[in-house]
């Protein structure tokens, strides 16, 4: 590969990286609405879509929180425990997604 073609790719890749990364508080955001209508299975539905994709971008604090949020409705068979964890969770998800996005120290 020439080095001007490897360098477009790397230009291809960060910009794909930045747009990503723009977009997580917006993800977030999607799953924090979802929890305030209660709609356990699209909060679930949402983070393991997160959790994935968070990862493949390199943001490996909002893919873990997101697939925190994920496997407790999973073990709760989309039921969110009475102990306010997942809205922790949530927050932390959408901390480190602000965190990525340049939105937040």
Avoid: C
């Amino acid at each position: 590969m020439t080095e001007g073609r490897k360098g477009d790719i790397d230009a291809l890749i960060a910009s794909a990286h930045a747009s990503y990364a723009a977009r997580l508080p917006g993800k977030v955001a999607e799953i924090a609405a979802f929890a305030a209508r209660g709609d356990w299975p699209e909060v679930r539905r949402a983070a393991h879509k997160l959790s994935g994709s968070a990862k493949t971008y390199g943001f490996g604090a909002v893919g873990t929180a997101a697939r925190a949020i994920e496997s407790i409705l999973l073990e709760s068979q989309d039921e969110p425990p009475a102990n306010g964890e997942l809205a922790t969770l949530i927050d932390r998800a959408r901390a480190d997604a602000a965190k990525a996005a340049g939105e937040g120290a």
